[in-house]
Structure formats: structure tokens, C-alpha cells
């Protein structure tokens, strides 16, 4: 019931930049916390960074004073600003949103941890 599509990723040189977003839709009551994670082949997926309302943010030490964590609430979407990419950023990004949505109008709220399809960054070297 609750949908999230992602977009920004691509191919990109060391030193460079992106910008991901990741916009939720459906049946969404409340989310709590949005954020990144990433898997690189033969890896563990690991949070990047999260932001938690009203504006909490939390980021992987690999990654502190780097990428910005932002979140637009009335449009239920977050966004990752990544500057100073490097080689070892190169990975598939995943959007996670956590909080409640409603199964039906018979119902009350769920708890919601829905992931999004992910998309790939690559950074040359």
C-alpha cells in the first residue's frame, strides 16, 4: 500500500556529485524516519543516513561531511546530496521509509517499513 520510487543515481567521477530522491505515495498515516542505505556487490546492506522528524539526522562515519540527508515532509519525500564521491561509494542506494500507513478504511494503522527498488550509483576513479 505504500510505494517508493527512487531516482538520481548514475555514473559519475571521483570527486563529483549526485543527488538522490525518494518519494513515498500510498497509504501512508505517518512516517517517522526516512533513509539511505547501500549495498555494494558482495556486501552487507548498511545505512548511509537517516533523518527522523522533525529533523534528526544520523550518518555513517564513511560519509560525515559529505552527503546531506534533507526530507520535504508535505511532499513525503527525502533527498541524498552527495559531494566529494568517491570510488568506494559505488553502490546499489536504497530508500527506506518507516512509520504507519493504513491497510483499510476498516482498520486501524500498521506499522509501515517499506523499501524502494533501489538505484546504482558508480563513481570512477
Known amino acids: 500500500q505504500v510505494q517508493l520510487v527512487e531516482s538520481g543515481g548514475g555514473l559519475v567521477q571521483s570527486g563529483g556529485s549526485l543527488r538522490l530522491s525518494c518519494a513515498a505515495s500510498?497509504?501512508?498515516?505517518?512516517?517517522?524516519?526516512m533513509g539511505w542505505y547501500r549495498q555494494a556487490p558482495g556486501k552487507q546492506r548498511d545505512l548511509v543516513a537517516a533523518?527522523?522528524?522533525?529533523?534528526?539526522?544520523n550518518y555513517a562515519d564513511s560519509v560525515k561531511g559529505r552527503f546531506t540527508i534533507s526530507r520535504d515532509n508535505a511532499k513525503n519525500t527525502v533527498y541524498l546530496q552527495m559531494n566529494s564521491l568517491k570510488p568506494e561509494d559505488t553502490a546499489v542506494y536504497y530508500c527506506?521509509?518507516?512509520?504507519?500507513?493504513?491497510?483499510?478504511?476498516?482498520?486501524?494503522?500498521?506499522?509501515?517499513?517499506?523499501w524502494g527498488q533501489g538505484t546504482l550509483v558508480t563513481v570512477s576513479s
Open positions: 533523518i527522523t522528524s522533525p529533523d534528526t539526522t
Open positions: 500510498g497509504s501512508i498515516f505517518s512516517i517517522y524516519t
Open positions: 527506506n521509509a518507516r512509520g504507519e500507513y493504513n491497510p483499510s478504511d476498516y482498520e486501524g494503522p500498521r506499522a509501515l517499513d517499506a
